[in-house]
């Protein structure tokens, strides 16, 4: 059972340079998460998905965008890295509103 | 809105001994609650969880936890650690708005001593 898959581990940005995290699940859930997780202060989400074709803002989406063309994948893209952006970010699904979300192992993701 | 605080940041415990990690919660209305354990490394795992129904939720490698809402606690005990459970554990919320969006607290890291 793969569950929710994120690449890369880890990555060291440099200011103004753009990538993506990618996060794919095979349990064939509706909802996705982005959540970023930083020392003492928990974790925040920063977009969701309901569904294909569905997305919205969480608490913290400034800096970022998402897609959902497919129920599998659920990519995170950073256009300009800023130093601020240096987190460990997870991405979760889960099959619906009230049920376990099945987290990633994360990308611990550095901006330098 | 609703945020989630969590009273300890840290708690050192001797193998075998009983411990609590408290967590508060705020919010207008109806909320789902959750703890969620983080091995180092890791990602986040369900311990248990709380929607309806007995108060007193038990959860998995021997965790309960017990919603109160007069108090609007939902503290996670243990009755005897093991050097295992060393973890941060984290509390959270959800919403009944059927979007699944969890409002984390900032995390209790259990310290457990041989």
């Known amino acids: 059972n793969a569950g929710v898959t994120q690449t890369p581990k880890f990555r060291i940005l440099k200011i103004g340079q753009s990538m993506t995290l990618q996060c794919t699940q095979d349990?064939?859930?509706?909802?996705m998460y982005w959540y970023r997780q930083d020392p003492g202060m928990g974790l925040k989400l920063i977009y969701y998905s309901v569904g294909a074709g569905i997305t919205d803002k969480g608490e913290v989406p400034n800096g970022y965008n998402v897609s959902r063309s497919t129920t599998e994948d659920f990519p995170l893209r950073l256009e300009l890295a800023a130093p601020s952006q240096t987190s460990v970010y997870f991405c979760?699904?889960?099959?619906?509103?009230?049920?376990?979300?099945?987290f990633g192992q994360g990308t611990r993701l550095t901006v330098v | 809105a609703q945020s989630v605080t969590q009273l300890d940041s840290q708690v050192p415990v001797f193998e075998e001994a009983p411990v609590e990690l408290r967590c508060n919660y705020s919010?207008?209305?109806?909320?789902?609650l959750f703890w969620y354990v983080q091995y180092p490394n890791q990602g986040l795992q369900l311990l248990l969880k709380y929607l309806s129904g007995s108060t007193l939720v038990k959860g998995i490698n021997g965790f309960e936890a017990e919603f109160n809402k007069s108090q609007t606690s939902f503290h996670l005990r243990k009755p005897s650690v093991h050097i295992s459970d060393t973890a941060e554990y984290f509390c959270a919320v959800s919403d009944l708005s059927n979007t699944g969006k969890l409002i984390f607290g900032q995390g209790t890291t259990l310290q457990v001593k041989p």
């Open positions: 979760a699904s889960s099959y619906d509103s009230n049920t376990e979300a099945f």
């Open positions: 349990m064939n859930h509706n909802y």
């Open positions: 919010s207008s209305v109806s909320v789902y």
